[in-house]
């Protein structure tokens, strides 16, 4: 999926520019050096009067000594809602398995101001799914096709393999759990064992 930076309206653009400036300890006048743009333009810019597009935007964000998509990015609140959705919506492995899988891709389709944060949480997300569903989806087709498994242990026996689903179930419900419990703290996710199906 291609990313595309989450845009915020103009009037937040604004407050953010000058934020930044005052914090840098430039005068509307300073920045007009820096940026070589001219004093009208940063405080047409300021007031909201005009948005900043394309060479312009470039200067003031070189400027103030970020990205243009730093610059532009949506806060982080708006990053942390969106990973907490794409979170819960894997959730739906509970009613059955590829929903798990499903519903995050969905779900991160239709979010149509996707950042890098957010494309990254999903990839993992799905990544961690797709390979729960394999391991799952192997279990049910031994269950249901009852394939001779030998072992001195009998694993392959129906109570093993039921005992080995449940355990999965909990074991996704967990990692879940947690890693809602670690985006709302703003620490980095933990969704392992993956494969990386989705680069």
Known sequence: MPYKNQQMNSTDLANKIKTLRLQKGFSQEKLADESQLSLRTIQRIENGETEPRGYTLNRLAQSLGLTTEELT???EHTDKALMVILNLSAFGFILFPLLGAIVPLVVW?????NTKRTNETAKQILNFQILWCIIIGSLY??????????HPFNIGRPEFILLCIAILYVLNFLVIAVNIA????????FYHPVLKFIR
Not at 109 to 113: C, I
Not at 182 to 189: C, G, H, I, Q
């Open 182 to 189: 670690f985006v709302l703290n703003a620490k980095k996710m």
């Open 73 to 75: 990015a949506a806060p």
């Open 109 to 113: 389709a239709f979010v149509k101001e």
């Open 141 to 150: 087709g031994l269950l249901f096709t009852n394939i001779p498994v030998p």
